[in-house]
């Protein structure tokens, strides 16, 4: 499988700022990178495909300005959440698909919104 | 409308004994199928799959039985140990989905000592 990396692993942002999270596929070139949002006690919600060096595919209901994707490198995507609110805060996941059906995921990022 | 569901929102097992997670879908486009673990604050870890292809896939103390006329699947755990202990979600894929997972709800599975 892969070696999934994320960081911050915890983090706490006031009401209209912007948060950053990374996420690094450390041992695979990943051209596909996935990132998901679970809320307590529920699933995980797919928010968007990222595409190395091209646009990410943001699924419905998900706001493409406020949830910025980067997919600059094959090791490395960024999940930008602009003007957070509280509503904002969850669980963020991102995941590396290898090519197959497999995704393999990284341990994830808090984000609490005061 | 949920295409994979999880009915059992929790399980409790004896350590020792067989812990039993089901997992039901209704698309018939989906043709791989795994099982995540997952503990809090941690992302899910791959734990078996299987194509449907198959109906059977053993690794160690887990296998995974798929009834494709029935659209059913379920993990099997035995013998089931403490540190088994998490949330189990099934998620399916199909060739024409671009690697994209769907998951079920999850399965809160509690082994008790």
């Known amino acids: 499988g892969a070696v999934v990396s994320q960081h911050p692993s915890w983090v706490i942002c006031k009401s209209g700022t912007s948060v950053k999270i990374e996420c690094r596929s450390l041992?695979?070139?990943?051209?596909?990178m996935f990132w998901y949002r679970q809320f307590p006690k529920q699933s995980l919600m797919l928010m968007a495909t990222?595409?190395?060096?091209?646009?990410?595919?943001?699924e419905q209901g998900v706001e493409k300005d406020k949830f910025l994707i980067n997919h600059a490198s094959l090791t490395l995507s960024t999940l930008t959440v602009t003007s957070a609110h509280p509503e904002d805060s969850s669980f963020y996941i991102c995941?590396?698909?290898?090519?197959?059906?497999?995704?393999?995921f990284g341990p994830g990022t808090r984000l609490t919104v005061t | 409308d949920q295409q994979v569901k999880q009915n059992s929102p929790s399980l409790s097992v004896q350590e020792g004994r067989i812990s039993i997670l089901n997992c039901d879908y209704t698309?018939?486009?989906?043709?791989?199928f795994l099982w995540y673990k997952k503990y809090p604050a941690e992302g899910p870890t791959f734990l078996i799959s299987?194509?449907?292809?198959?109906d059977k896939n053993e690794d160690g103390r887990f296998t995974v039985f798929l009834n494709k006329s029935a659209k059913h699947l379920s993990l099997h755990i035995v013998p089931s140990q403490p540190g088994d202990s998490a949330v189990y979600f099934c998620?399916?894929?199909?060739?024409?989905?671009?690697?994209?997972?769907?998951f079920g709800g999850g399965t809160r599975l509690m082994v008790k000592p």
């Open positions: 998620a399916a894929s199909g060739n024409n989905a671009g690697n994209m997972l769907t």
């Open positions: 041992d695979f070139q990943a051209t596909t």
């Open positions: 990222s595409n190395e060096g091209s646009k990410a595919t943001y």
């Open positions: 995941s590396v698909g290898t090519g197959y059906y497999e995704q393999y």
């Open positions: 299987i194509s449907s292809i198959k």
């Open positions: 698309n018939s486009m989906f043709d791989y």
